[in-house]
């Protein structure tokens, strides 16, 4: 191997190392947020999601991996998103305004104040601010 060889590999293994650093950071600064967070596939189903979205309804974040956003509406707020938020979500990238969630015990309704955005692979990020609990 030619000391040209090396230094490529030595250059992408910093370039490694340093995107790990900042995804490490990244994760940490997403973590720490005192707004939930979450990461939605096309389907619609939770990807990653912050310890503060999870908990503002009743959950940690490894039971709704894998779930769809839906569970933790009721069919009437369902409705709602799709009549309203999703058209717009899809004519203008995003959407924000309030919802009413249900917690995992099935009764406290939590009020919310939600921003959806379009993300290029055809999820969504969605960030949202507990108001109160019901």
Same mark, same amino acid.
């Given at each position: 191997?030619?000391? +040209?060889?090396?230094? %490529?590999?030595? @250059?992408?293994?910093?370039?490694?190392? $340093?995107?790990?650093?900042? +995804?490490?950071?990244?994760? @940490?600064?997403?973590?720490?947020?005192?707004? *939930?967070?979450?990461?939605?596939?096309? $389907? *619609? =189903?939770?990807? &990653?999601?912050? =310890?503060?979205?999870?908990?503002?309804?009743?959950?940690?974040?490894?039971?709704?991996? *894998?779930?769809? &956003?839906?569970?933790?509406? =009721?069919?009437? @707020?369902?409705?709602?998103?799709?009549? +309203?938020?999703?058209?717009?979500? %899809? =004519?203008?990238?995003? &959407?924000? *305004?309030?919802?009413?969630?249900?917690? %995992?015990?099935?009764?406290?309704?939590?009020? $919310?104040?939600?921003?959806?955005?379009?993300?290029?692979?055809?999820?969504?990020? !969605?960030? !949202?601010?507990?108001?109160?609990? %019901?």
């Amino acid at each position: 191997m030619t000391d +040209n060889h090396l230094k %490529k590999i030595k @250059d992408l293994s910093n370039e490694v190392g $340093e995107l790990i650093s900042f +995804n490490s950071m990244l994760v @940490d600064a997403l973590n720490s947020s005192s707004e *939930g967070i979450a990461l939605l596939d096309k $389907e *619609g =189903k939770y990807i &990653w999601l912050n =310890k503060a979205h999870s908990e503002m309804f009743g959950y940690n974040p490894t039971e709704l991996i *894998g779930e769809s &956003w839906e569970i933790l509406y =009721k069919k009437e @707020d369902l409705d709602f998103f799709y009549k +309203n938020a999703f058209p717009t979500i %899809k =004519k203008v990238g995003k &959407w924000s *305004g309030v919802s009413f969630g249900i917690m %995992k015990d099935g009764f406290t309704i939590v009020e $919310e104040n939600v921003y959806l955005t379009a993300l290029s692979n055809g999820g969504l990020i !969605c960030t !949202c601010i507990e108001t109160k609990k %019901k």
